[in-house]
């Protein structure tokens, strides 16, 4: 059974300062309006591509989107930042309207949109939950009913009466996700919240959305950058692009569809910096092989050394450093750290390199990014993120042309005995 139907559904947003010449453009669409005329910015605007300038007043954060949700489907919505999953999952749960289009549902919708959504800082963790079930159409003796189960999921049994502007956004996220997972909503709308809990309530909250849906029979729509928790989750998938769905159908389909459209410029790039300071500097990372060339692509089983040119600039030392290897659906693969091996660069030149040596690369085909640090002791001097692309191949790992037929995972020295 269908239960849920978008059908041509479209959000136009003006861009620049609000208030600013929109007088003149509300009289023109109520002029139209009276006259039985389409509005007439309809006709006007570009795709949400955020990382244009705009040469156009408005902007069509979602353009044309038509799908169906059955009962009990757990429907994945991938796509890069300002593709428009949240608009959609707003316009779906209520909160905005569509500029054009219309959404069927059947039942009661819950929405977990942003951290702690709907709660009220003032009161209580207990007096949210039932706020909360309030808005969902609960009534008091139904909320009763479970409020020892939300309790006990949400973990925050010691704070349940302490005002919710005391909780941090864990635990925020932790009463919001039991709350709605627990107050059986027909459908259940999440956007990215769970990156802001810890491992343990994550892995939680995914089964029990797994439960709500195999189980209970309920629909979840689920927005994640977590290709991982996807894949793990979702039955169906659609992506968006530029605020239009470019891709619907199986979810590992999707995953592959969304994966083949990353920018993935192999090598180097300080784009990325999640932490820098003045004093020290990763300026470059080359890959070369055993004979010292440079190399974009390597094959499995290769000899490789990750060149690490390092600008010292403070002249001091000593430091530590760490590569992490991570697959293009984000996953971490492998960390590698001088820390680990009991080791730290004492060079206070101004430039130094630093080489890490791979005898074996155990990656199989597929594209893959680095993230790379330099610590002084327990600080944090430098962080990139995503700063070097690989291209990995097949080759001959274990040294007689054959290599196992899948394409996941990692290769590993063994013997048979």
């Known amino acids: 059974m269908t239960i849920l139907k978008a059908e041509n559904i479209s959000k136009q947003y003006r861009l620049g300062t609000i208030g600013t010449g929109t007088l003149s453009h509300d009289l023109n669409r109520w002029w139209h309006r009276i006259r039985g005329k ?24 979602l353009h044309d989107i038509n799908f169906e949700v059955q009962q009990g489907e757990v429907l994945g919505i991938i796509g890069k930042n300002g593709a428009g999953k949240s608009t959609l999952l707003k316009i779906l749960s209520r909160v905005t309207s569509p500029t054009t289009g219309e959404i069927k549902t059947r039942g009661r919708i819950a929405s977990l949109l942003e951290v702690g959504t709907g709660f009220h800082p003032e009161l ?112 169906r998938a659609i992506v968006l692009e530029h605020g239009r769905s470019v891709f619907e159908g199986d979810v590992e389909d999707a995953i592959d569809f969304y994966v083949s459209r990353k920018d993935t410029t192999v090598g180097f790039n300080r784009n990325t910096i999640k932490k820098e300071t003045s004093g020290i500097s990763i300026s470059n990372i080359r890959i070369l092989n055993r004979f010292g060339e440079e190399k974009s692509t390597v094959l499995s089983g290769d000899e490789i050394y990750l060149e690490l040119s390092i600008l010292n600039k403070a002249l001091e030392g000593p430091f530590s450093l760490g ?54 002791n327990s600080d944090l001097l430098e962080h990139l993120e995503a700063c070097f692309w690989i291209s990995g191949e097949k080759g001959d790992f274990y040294g007689h042309g054959k290599l196992p037929s899948w394409k996941k995972g990692v290769y590993i020295d063994y013997e048979w005995q």
């Not at 994550?202 to 439960?211: F, R, T, Y």
């Not at 293009?328 to 630093?354: G, R």
Request: aromatic content about 10%.
């Open 38 to 61: 389409d509005d007439p910015y309809l006709k006007v605007g570009e795709v949400n591509d955020r990382s244009t300038a705009s040469t156009s007043d408005y902007a069509w954060a």
């Open 124 to 235: 209580t963790g207990r007096e949210n939950i039932y706020l909360n079930g309030a808005i969902l159409g609960m009534t008091k003796a139904e909320i009763k009913a479970k409020e020892a189960e939300i309790i006990d999921f949400s973990g925050c049994a010691r704070y349940v009466d302490t005002p919710v502007k005391r909780y941090s956004s864990g635990m925020r996220v932790r009463l919001a996700f039991a709350v709605a997972a627990f107050l059986e909503p027909d459908i259940l709308v999440i956007d990215e919240v769970l990156a802001v809990g810890d491992a343990e309530f994550q892995k939680k909250a995914i089964g029990k959305m797994q439960d709500i849906s195999t189980s209970e029979g309920r629909t979840v729509l689920f927005v994640s950058h977590n290709m991982a928790a996807v894949k793990n989750l979702c039955t």
């Open 323 to 376: 590569v992490g290897i991570y697959d293009i659906n984000d996953m971490p693969l492998i960390h590698c750290s001088t820390e680990v091996m009991d080791k730290c660069y004492d060079d206070i030149s101004e430039t130094f390199s630093a080489t890490l040596k791979i005898l074996k690369w155990p990656l199989v085909q597929g594209e893959y990014y680095m993230n790379c640090y330099i610590k002084r």
